[in-house]
């Protein structure tokens, strides 16, 4: 009998300590995300769009686009936690040409540039770029190697064509898209200097 139960007690803790070896641990959904980092490229309303690995901001689309960098279009919304130092700022402090850090909540979605909402975002950098605008326009004519002619759309058709330069970065691209004259085109460029303004992106519209 004591044979027995002392069997008996010999397997119930080799049992125990067998199970306890072997249970699963639970997992750590606390577990810290990576950001992601990169230059805050474009700003909507309650959007930002983020490219890593990028070093400026007024370059060709095309160029990180074909480039593969990641991008990514993050929602910005109230419940958005804005910090630069610590401090709390609001959705107006963002701007174009800042370095971030930048949280995510639940999975981005698969599409290029990728999609999602943003819990946080970290000014790492606070270096702004000058605002840019983006217009339409009939391409007419390459005035130098780094001068074009564009008629603005939704201005008089009597208006006389409007100087631009290129920046580097977009002479590439024009001369890859091969424009012809009349051919519409968007384009985002800097006001000021000796022409209507620095040309840093243009792509075709398809009439």
Avoid at 119 to 131: A, D, F, G, L, W
Wanted: net charge negative; charged share 30%.
């Amino acid at each position: 009998m004591k044979k027995q139960t002392l069997f008996s007690l010999t397997f119930l803790i080799l049992f125990i300590m067998a199970t306890g070896c072997t249970a699963e641990q639970p997992e750590n959904d606390t577990e810290e995300m990576i950001p992601i980092s990169g230059l805050i490229y474009e700003i909507d309303e309650s959007k930002i769009l983020v490219v890593s690995e990028i070093e400026d901001v007024n370059i060709p689309r095309q160029l990180w686009f074909e480039g593969g960098k990641r991008a990514v279009y993050f929602a910005v919304d109230e419940d958005t936690v804005i910090e630069l130092d610590g401090e709390q700022l609001g959705q107006d402090k963002l701007a174009r040409g800042q370095k971030v850090d930048v949280w995510h909540e639940g999975f981005l979605a698969e599409s290029y540039p990728e999609q999602g909402k943003a819990i946080t975002i970290s000014i790492v950098e606070n270096t702004e770029t000058e605002e840019c605008r983006t217009d339409s326009g009939r391409y007419m004519n390459r005035v130098a190697e780094d001068q074009i002619g564009i008629k603005i759309s939704g201005v008089p058709e009597e208006l006389p064509t409007r100087i631009f330069t290129l920046k580097d970065e977009a002479k590439i691209v024009l001369d890859q898209m091969e424009l012809q004259p009349e051919d519409t085109i968007m384009f985002r460029y800097l006001p000021g200097g000796e022409t209507e303004g620095l040309i840093f992106d243009l792509h075709r519209i398809n009439n």
